[in-house]
């Protein structure tokens, strides 16, 4: 008995919290049994259902040799319902909400006085250490009241089985021993358990739509004979492995300036368990910060990636730096994130969108040098998307573009978002606020990542050479007039302009070829002025044929977008660093305002 499925019965990330639910309650019942060794367990997407490979045979005589009492998560006490609670219940099987609710408030209202008195990073980490919130705190939160009384039934259920935990342990691995998993023999053993034990527990419960965001009161029935309002139920030890399963897989967080909810439970492909709690953990503590709704679906993706990506180079991740180098792609061992949108209604919350969110497809991750450059990548993307501001529209158009491209791969929405984020830099820059730019060399890897075939354009020398010229007289001018160097004109929607003219080929030679005639003639005017240089280099006959014999091969579309993503990126290549007669100086970024980050300015919740 070394392998257990998971059917995947609902779709969404029920069947997730299940597996990981399962692996992570199989893998302590081993471990009990053979003395605390450490077991691996594999978690592995087989389509139809999860597949567990177990390090160690779960068989009869290891159930034999397991005793409990085996909690894996705890009850939730309150004001209210503490004097509910057994009296054998020990405290290492409970934890208090409003304890655990005042040590966060006081955690950040220190954390923001430290800042509002400017101290320094490292005496803010050493005021706060050890006084951090609890690790689960959004968890408890997402509880508490709404899935409270459905949440302390299933452990107070568990608890009362304790004493009969072998047997209690082989009907959970029988019912999963084999896809399909037979619910129905399953709840007849359960029956016949509860009989002989006198627990007096029902083998249904209430699907708590915490852990299932598709199933949730209202006119359900299993047989098409009658219509009634009511709550869903299912077995009740498989909502318990939900719950579990909620604790080691699942992020759910409170959007910065709503009441509504969002949860993510993670996609495993093949995934080790040992490794998965430690980046999880580690994912967790990065998303610590309060989002807004749509940025918070791109951090989720982004900063779990980089999070694996840095632990795997970590001395502690081996395991993890072999597995990635291996797959090549970590979507190879991780899909990305199962979603829930949970709407305040008040009292209460209805699920109003399930969607699945894909970690970012074009980071690879073949040699341990491609992580070290795809962790710094991510490092700029995330400063990048955590620049918008969702309460403009503008702003929620860019981060709705980028959340397609990054869970979908697809170019074109990058695309889409490189044309209105040009825009964005000249705009905010010219208000003298900060933005920040795609450095060339990721904005190359992120191209490769996605279209290889793509190669053949970036290296060519005229594409190199206009989108040298685009840049020069948009970022590049514009920097140059904040330094009251006026020489050359800020061509502002240049980016826009060309990609309106797109979609025909010609329509967009005809643009594309009335800019660079007046790039030239402005180069030619300035190098006949007495100032001296350095002065910018100009565009040849060659380069456009270059840009001419692309669009016939990749289309106008493509070419275009990717002159205006490169235009408006910075580079560091040499030859835009030479002074020399025909060329300009070193391209700098401007820092025309503040960088700070003011995203973790977080009121305590209730």
């Known amino acids: 008995m070394r392998r257990l499925y998971v059917d995947k019965a609902s779709g969404t990330f029920a069947d997730q919290l299940e597996a990981f639910g399962l692996a992570h309650v199989v893998r302590e019942w081993l471990r009990l049994s053979y003395d605390h060794r450490d077991i691996s367990v594999t978690l592995t997407d087989k389509g139809g259902y999860y597949q567990l490979d177990l390090g160690r045979a779960l068989d009869d005589a290891c159930l034999q040799r397991l005793r409990g009492p085996y909690v894996p998560i705890r009850a939730l006490v309150t004001a209210k319902n503490a004097a509910s609670m057994p009296p054998d219940l020990p405290e290492t099987a409970q934890v208090r909400y409003e304890e655990q609710r005042d040590r966060r408030a006081q955690y950040f209202e220190l954390r923001n006085n430290l800042r509002s008195e400017r101290r320094q990073p490292e005496e803010i980490r050493e005021r706060l250490a050890g006084l951090e919130p609890h690790p689960d705190w959004d968890i408890f939160r997402a509880i508490n009241p709404a899935a409270l009384a ?260 697809s170019l074109d929405a990058f695309f889409e978002f490189a044309v209105m984020y040009a825009a964005f830099i000249i705009g905010r820059r010219e208000r003298n606020q900060y933005a920040r730019q795609f450095s060339e060399e990721n904005l190359r890897r992120l191209i490769m990542g996605t279209e290889p075939k793509l190669q053949p354009i970036l290296d060519t020398p005229g594409f190199q050479n206009i989108a040298y010229a685009i840049r020069q007289s948009t970022v590049v001018a514009q920097l140059r007039k904040k330094q009251n160097d006026r020489r050359y004109d800020v061509r502002y929607g240049l980016g826009q302009q060309l990609a309106r003219k797109a979609h025909y080929a010609a329509d967009f030679i005809a643009e594309l070829s009335n800019f660079l005639h007046l790039y030239n003639a402005e180069n030619a005017q300035v190098m006949e002025r007495p100032q001296s240089g350095p002065y910018r280099r100009s565009v040849r006959v060659e380069d456009i044929q270059d840009i001419v014999r692309l669009i016939d091969e990749y289309g106008s579309q493509t070419v275009a977008h990717l002159l205006v993503a490169y235009g408006y990126a910075r580079t560091g290549s040499a030859p835009e660093r030479e002074v020399a007669e025909e060329e300009d100086g070193p391209e700098q970024d401007a820092d025309m305002g503040s960088d700070e980050d003011d995203s973790d300015k977080v009121a305590a919740e209730d």
């Open 150 to 409: 459905g949440y302390n039934k299933l452990n107070l259920q568990w608890w009362q089985v304790q004493p009969a935990l072998a047997e209690v342990a082989a009907l959970v691995r029988n019912l999963y021993a084999q896809t399909p998993n037979d619910i129905e023999a399953a709840e007849a053993a359960w029956k016949a358990l509860d009989k002989a034990k006198g627990w007096g527990i029902k083998v249904q419960s209430g699907v708590g739509q915490i852990y299932n965001p598709s199933q949730g009161k209202g006119q359900n029935s299993r047989k098409p004979d009658r219509l009634s309002m009511g709550n869903v139920s299912g077995l009740w030890l498989c909502e318990f492995l939900k719950a579990v399963g909620y604790y080691a897989a699942a992020l759910t967080k409170q959007p910065r300036g709503t009441k509504d909810r969002k949860t993510y439970v993670l996609a495993p492909m093949e995934l080790d368990l040992y490794e998965h709690d430690r980046v999880f953990r580690l994912f967790r503590q990065a998303m610590e910060v309060s989002e807004t709704p749509v940025r918070l679906d791109i951090l989720v993706s982004l900063r779990y990636l980089q999070t694996l990506l840095r632990y795997a180079l970590s001395d502690e991740g081996e395991g993890a730096r072999r597995q990635l180098t291996s797959f090549g792609h970590p979507r190879d061992a991780v899909g990305g994130f199962a979603g829930a949108l949970y709407k305040s209604l008040g009292n209460s919350q209805a699920t109003m969108n399930v969607p699945f969110l894909g970690l970012p497809a074009w980071v690879q991750t073949a040699s341990r040098q491609q992580m070290d450059e795809m962790a710094g990548a991510l490092e700029e993307h995330i400063a990048i998307v955590r620049q918008f501001d969702e309460s403009h529209s503008d702003d929620v158009n860019l981060l709705l573009a980028y959340r397609d491209f990054c869970s979908g791969n």
